[in-house]
């Protein structure tokens, strides 16, 4: 009888995990079929010709901002973020896009720090001058002084705002074509409209069907990102990698995580993940080289962004 008991106990055991596993399952689905990826086919947005920025034609390092993005976007991006996502949507209603990858010159804080440490010395040098002046009772040396003084403080503003600025320069390190929305670009997503919602987002978590291939972030492997079967084939390895884009979630959770703390009806599992031809539900995707080397390049120490959007938007 108590083996009976013990059997049955464990046969319980059993079947709850399996429960649990199956419900975890079919929430991970829902965010799947809810979120980005789908089973349609070519996306309907109407091309433009051109890329958005034109990226691929600008200097590749010393760039003082993002190219093709506009002050309104430009100033959402934190100040202590070095790694700057920018996806170029072609259109406000088309599917392509130009995906590039910027980092803050790493020499900028310690130039800006000598140039601030040099202005300090020349202007105590040329303060002494003064002083020294003054004591000898000297008019014509003091004024020769002051002159020297403010002709010195002038070059020394002039060279700490030329530091300064190129302190703060960008370089362009990668540039991938992909795809995002099947509909194109919008400020007001909505779940179900087919369209990447322009902004600027966080990363701070990723995922995928494969196992961690040495990424930064944290990394959840799990077969629960494997799409519906009744997606088109061609859909099948699209979330293989995906970095989950800080779109109406929480931070610091698996990108499978349901939470939509603005509202189911603003959408969700908005990621980054493979590309596989043409439009998505509303991410952004791109070949899966360059999803691996994302995953092993952006670091949470360097606060990585995203800035998304098509040109007019990213422009205004």
Request: net charge positive.
């Amino acid at each position: 009888m108590g083996t009976m008991l013990s059997t049955g106990r464990t046969a319980g055991r059993k079947r709850t995990v399996a429960g649990i596993r199956a419900a975890a399952l079919a929430a991970a689905g829902l965010v799947l079929v809810a979120g980005c990826g789908g089973a349609e086919g070519q996306g309907k947005g109407k091309e433009s010709d051109g890329r958005a920025g034109e990226p691929g034609s600008m200097a590749s390092t010393g760039l003082k901002r993002i190219p093709g993005v506009g002050q309104r976007l430009q100033s959402r991006i934190p100040a202590d973020s070095r790694q700057v996502i920018a996806v170029y949507g072609t259109g406000e209603d088309a599917t392509t896009s130009t995906v590039v990858l910027y980092t803050r010159d790493a020499d900028g804080a310690k130039n800006a720090d000598g140039a601030e440490n040099s202005n300090d010395a020349e202007s105590a040098k040329s303060a002494s001058h003064v002083k020294n002046a003054n004591s000898a009772n000297n008019a014509n040396n003091a004024n020769n002084a002051n002159g020297a003084k403010n002709a010195a403080s002038v070059k020394n503003a002039s060279d700490a705002k030329e530091t300064g600025s190129a302190g703060n320069t960008w370089t362009r390190v990668r540039t991938w074509q992909g795809h995002n929305g099947k509909r194109g670009w919008t400020l007001d997503h909505h779940e179900g409209d087919k369209r990447s919602p322009v902004g600027v987002y966080s990363l701070t978590d990723a995922g995928g069907v494969l196992p961690d291939p040495g990424a930064k972030l944290p990394y959840t492997a799990s077969a629960a990102f494997t799409p519906p079967s009744y997606w088109a084939k061609r859909t099948r390895h699209d979330f293989d990698y995906v970095i989950a884009i800080n779109y109406n979630r929480a931070q610091g959770v698996s990108p499978l995580d349901p939470a939509r703390p603005e509202g189911q009806a603003k959408g969700g599992s908005i990621w980054l993940h493979l590309d596989h031809g043409s439009g998505t539900s509303g991410c952004v995707s791109i070949p899966k080289s360059g999803m691996r080397y994302l995953l092993r390049t952006l670091d949470p120490a360097q606060h990585p962004v995203v800035v998304m959007g098509d040109k007019a938007h990213l422009e205004g």
